[in-house]
């Protein structure tokens, strides 16, 4: 999923779409496409806009290499769609069970994971959730700033802690949370969770699709169609008098098109090759609720080691990048590209990486920082916990810190900037000095 316009960091996606935003140098979207290809995958659909498809391809293929056949499908730029009816305008595409997964994900955790228990019990969902990520010193960039209010969610789980019982959001909620007498009654001891973060990963049956087709009103896959799904769980099949005096409850011909009357378990029939695998499965036995009402299961997976941040806020961007540092720090993977050019002494710490082309000058001190590519760092700069772009320009003696630079930003001698954002392209004059705002261009900026 790459047609998101990045709503709650539109500081930085104003000049660079979201999907290329750079993280560890490297486009934001190469991150989930080569965990996919890591795991095997051979084939990745990548719904963009149709404005940014070419440079996605580009970006992925020219620039990153990528070896798993991409088949980019685009939407127009100005659809309002959510994720899923993004997903509802490729089902031609979709023949089998799916992997759906948002372009801002970055990590590490292996896939099989979730799939094991996703075969496991059969479910018709499993979804990776992850800790709400604790943003460390080098991501208080402009904490302050408010765009919405960031609302929790209340996840509920069974006793063993893998079963999703419960799914609302705050911002759904009146005054308290609601748990019906249906969900106690096959699960007495249910564990509330809201320090638990939706990492935007699914795994989903194919007839969930159908489904979706046909229920027109539902338009996100997590606000809307995760929460429905585990509600679902505990509803009763409609009997075939309920839905259709026809008693048509196939797949292919729908009880009804009205979303009142669409009964949702008609679309999991399950054939007989599905029946018969799940008799055979390990976990046939397992299914303690084992309701003959409804055969739809919500599973979870839970990251408790490893790198998982969704970078869809300027903060979890920033952190990110510095997640990213941390995991390359050390390994095989060269940090600092052998084409940089330097001056004279200078100091790179551990956690640092120095992109191709960079030019650096005399005394310059990095720690824990990215530099793009092609960026002239002059004389005497220090630059500490920041993510300086491609073709940016710093000048002699100037100090960064906890700083994100956008492309070809330039600054003149001495300037001092803590805790901000520099958009593209803006002159930031010699001797300026900055504290948690938003530098668009020299004469307009925004106080946070």
Request: overall charge negative.
């Amino acid at each position: 999923m790459a047609a998101g316009r990045g709503s709650r960091m539109t500081d930085l996606t104003a000049s660079i779409p979201k999907p290329l935003l750079p993280i560890g140098n490297r486009p934001m979207i190469w991150y989930p496409v080569n965990m996919l290809e890591t795991a095997g995958f051979q084939e990745v659909i990548i719904i963009a806009l149709e404005s940014t498809s070419h440079d996605i391809r580009q970006a992925l293929t020219a620039l990153c290499d990528v070896k798993v056949s991409l088949d980019i499908v685009g939407i127009p730029d100005d659809a309002d769609w959510g994720t899923a009816d993004s997903l509802r305008h490729i089902k031609d595409k979709i023949q089998t069970d799916i992997l759906v997964v948002s372009c801002d994900l970055v990590c590490n955790v292996p896939l099989h994971q979730l799939a094991d228990i996703y075969r496991m019990h059969n479910s018709t969902l499993t979804m990776l959730l992850a800790d709400l990520p604790q943003t460390t010193d080098s991501a208080a960039i402009l904490k302050s700033k408010k765009i919405g209010n960031e609302q929790r969610d209340f996840i509920g789980l069974d006793g063993d802690g893998r079963r999703v019982v419960i799914m609302a959001s705050e911002a759904d909620l009146d005054d308290a949370l609601t748990v019906r007498r249906s969900v106690l009654k096959r699960h007495p001891c249910v564990r509330i969770k809201t320090k638990l973060q939706d990492a935007h990963l699914f795994l989903l049956k194919k007839w969930v699709v159908d489904y979706l087709q046909q229920n027109r009103p539902v338009s996100t896959i997590k606000g809307e169609l995760v929460p429905l799904l585990v509600r679902k769980q505990f509803s009763r099949r409609k009997k075939p008098a309920d839905v259709s005096k026809a008693g048509d409850l196939s797949m292919v011909s729908p009880p009804s098109t009205k979303e009142d009357n669409l009964d949702i378990h008609s679309f999991d029939e399950d054939d007989e090759m599905t029946v018969l695998t799940r008799s055979l499965s390990s976990g046939a036995g397992q299914r303690v609720d084992s309701t003959q009402d409804s055969t739809i299961t919500c599973y979870t997976h839970i990251v408790t080691e490893g790198m998982c941040v969704r970078a869809n806020t300027l903060p979890s961007y920033v952190e990110a990048n510095k997640q990213i540092l941390h995991e390359l720090a050390g390994g095989d993977e060269l940090l600092v590209h052998p084409s940089i050019t330097t001056k004279g002494k200078y100091q790179i710490g551990p956690e640092c990486m120095v992109g191709e082309g960079v030019s650096l000058g005399d005394k310059v001190t990095l720690k824990k920082s990215i530099i793009g590519k092609h960026c002239t760092i002059g004389d005497r700069v220090k630059i500490t916990n920041s993510v300086i772009m491609n073709h940016v320009t710093i000048k002699d003696g100037s100090i960064l810190q906890g700083c994100v630079v956008c492309d070809n930003a330039h600054m003149g001698d001495q300037c001092e900037l803590k805790d901000s954002l520099v958009g593209s392209s803006p002159n930031i004059p010699s001797k300026a000095k900055y504290s948690n705002e938003v530098i668009v261009n020299e004469e307009q900026m925004l106080e946070v």
